[in-house]
């Protein structure tokens, strides 16, 4: 049984206690003859006011929220835990944290472990681009489960996004249709898309722009002797030798190289490439350097991973693997990002959390992400980002991070979809990716090149 307690928006925030303050200081101040006590006095009233404005007072949220809560458990012992799925940076969401655990024990609440504990409550702070979200689910030792919620307004220019030099992502419409797009592959450009492929369940369909419309070229249809799952995803490859190649669960399908064109297709569990871009002989991936300030071009190990043929996610083993891991943990998608002696990866883990590997250590961490990952190398900021979407349901768009060394940080404003995201893959250059989302309104699947503006 759920219930669910609602709390209108906060309009009005005050500052009641002074953890709002972002650090802590104490001060121990000798003044010589030409120092007056005056002048002291009015230094430290500027020292206090500058940090008072740029403390952020969650102390409103948290006590309503709080009182929520407690109408559900009562007093006594619970166990509590702050999920930050939200652009709130980590010093925040520890001040949130410990508020929630200072609220909640002056309202009666003990802290214990999970398994002494009469309720298990976890807090988790989302965000939709009006507001920051907070949700409560308690889970109390009867079994059943209530929601709270309070919802309170975001300042203008708010979040992560601004920490950093903006830039902006753009997407340009490729292919739109009622049955499901797994990918588009974009054949040729000049310098926008002039032939696509559109890779769906039962077909490969080829269109060429003629007139300024794209006009059908050709079908090859995918030939397979088990069903396939209901959750399909599928990715289109550039071939070496010929035009494509075609990845779904336990089928792999090949083009001919010569037109007109003829598909093959086998029952295979062979691994997926992870690693877009042009590959040299070594099998390594190259990312070209035109119009990169680097002037160089990016090299990185091929990597390849198995899918499970019946589920919708990748089992983790990977080959070659990356330093000393083989394996991962099971994940939805994967994005790379190139440091000077190592590859960092990124895994969108199928246990909620985002898996940062770079050959020694794995590195779990809850972001707020959803199940799609891809990087791109652009002339912009740091020169790589990783496109996420948003583990939020209500918010369905596209974000790009950077990582100056394990915390992500916002570097653009959120690409708004009309409909949740079904796939998101870097495309053969690098320097863009393919983005399919499900339109809510007129349920029709639309792909979209996402790319990279520098600068607003």
């Known amino acids: 049984m759920q219930r669910a307690v609602y709390n209108s928006g906060i309009l009005q925030i005050t500052n009641t206690r002074c953890r709002a303050f972002p650090f802590s200081f104490s001060l121990s101040l000798s003044f010589s003859f030409s120092l007056s006590f005056r002048t002291a006095q009015l230094w430290l009233a500027i020292v206090l006011m500058a940090a008072v404005s740029r403390a952020a007072d969650w102390n409103t949220p948290e006590l309503h929220l709080a009182r929520k809560i407690v109408a559900v458990t009562g007093p006594g012992a619970v166990s509590l835990t702050v999920e930050n799925r939200s652009t709130l940076d980590r010093r925040d969401a520890e001040i949130i944290e410990n508020g929630f655990h200072s609220v909640l024990e002056g309202l009666g609440l003990r802290f214990v472990k999970p398994e002494q504990a009469a309720a298990t409550i976890t807090i988790s702070l989302s965000e939709n681009p009006a507001a920051y979200v907070w949700v409560a689910q308690i889970r109390q030792s009867a079994g059943d489960t209530a929601v709270a919620m309070v919802a309170l307004p975001r300042a203008p220019h708010s979040g992560a996004a601004q920490d950093s030099a903006p830039l902006t992502l753009r997407k340009i419409p490729l292919w739109s249709q009622d049955a499901p797009i797994l990918d588009v592959a974009v054949l040729e450009e000049n310098p926008n898309?002039?032939?696509?492929?559109?890779?769906?369940?039962?077909?490969?369909?080829?269109?060429?722009?003629?007139?300024?419309?794209?006009?059908?070229?050709?079908?090859?249809?995918?030939?397979?002797?088990?069903?396939?799952?209901?959750?399909?995803?599928?990715?289109?490859?550039?071939?070496?030798?010929?035009?494509?190649?075609?990845?779904?669960?336990?089928?792999?399908?090949?083009?001919?190289?010569?037109?007109?064109?003829?598909?093959?297709?086998?029952?295979?569990?062979?691994?997926?490439?992870?690693?877009?871009?042009?590959?040299?002989?070594?099998?390594?991936?190259?990312?070209?350097?035109?119009?990169?300030?680097?002037?160089?071009?990016?090299?990185?190990?091929?990597?390849?991973?198995?899918?499970?043929?019946?589920?919708?996610?990748?089992?983790?083993?990977?080959?070659?693997?990356?330093?000393?891991?083989?394996?991962?943990?099971?994940?939805?998608?994967?994005?790379?990002?190139?440091?000077?002696?190592?590859?960092?990866?990124?895994?969108?883990?199928?246990?909620?959390?985002?898996?940062?590997?770079?050959?020694?250590?794995?590195?779990?961490?809850?972001?707020?992400?959803?199940?799609?990952?891809?990087?791109?190398?652009?002339?912009?900021?740091?020169?790589?980002?990783?496109?996420?979407?948003?583990?939020?349901?209500?918010?369905?768009?596209?974000?790009?991070?950077?990582?100056?060394?394990?915390?992500?940080?916002?570097?653009?404003?959120?690409?708004?979809?009309?409909?949740?995201?079904?796939?998101?893959?870097?495309?053969?250059?690098?320097?863009?990716?393919?983005?399919?989302?499900?339109?809510?309104?007129?349920?029709?699947?639309?792909?979209?090149?996402?790319?990279?503006?520098?600068?607003?």
């Open 193 to 456: 898309p002039t032939y696509i492929a559109v890779l769906d369940p039962e077909k490969i369909s080829l269109f060429r722009l003629q007139g300024g419309k794209w006009q059908a070229e050709q079908e090859l249809r995918i030939v397979h002797a088990r069903p396939l799952p209901r959750d399909l995803r599928g990715r289109l490859v550039p071939g070496r030798d010929h035009l494509l190649d075609a990845y779904l669960p336990g089928v792999i399908c090949s083009s001919s190289a010569a037109t007109p064109l003829t598909l093959a297709c086998r029952e295979s569990d062979d691994p997926w490439p992870l690693v877009s871009g042009t590959f040299n002989s070594s099998g390594m991936a190259v990312f070209p350097s035109a119009g990169l300030t680097s002037g160089a071009s990016t090299i990185v190990p091929q990597m390849k991973a198995f899918f499970a043929s019946t589920r919708n996610f990748f089992t983790g083993a990977i080959t070659p693997g990356t330093g000393k891991f083989t394996a991962v943990p099971k994940f939805y998608s994967a994005a790379l990002l190139p440091r000077e002696k190592y590859t960092l990866w990124l895994f969108a883990g199928a246990d909620g959390q985002t898996h940062l590997i770079d050959g020694v250590s794995d590195q779990a961490a809850r972001l707020g992400w959803g199940s799609d990952l891809a990087s791109v190398r652009t002339a912009c900021g740091a020169g790589w980002q990783v496109l996420s979407s948003s583990a939020d349901d209500s918010e369905d768009a596209l974000r790009a991070y950077e990582f100056p060394d394990r915390d992500p940080v916002a570097v653009s404003p959120a690409l708004d979809f009309s409909g949740p995201i079904t796939a998101l893959w870097t495309e053969s250059k690098g320097d863009t990716a393919v983005a399919v989302s499900k339109n809510r309104e007129r349920g029709s699947y639309e792909a979209y090149r996402v790319a990279m503006a520098c600068g607003q």
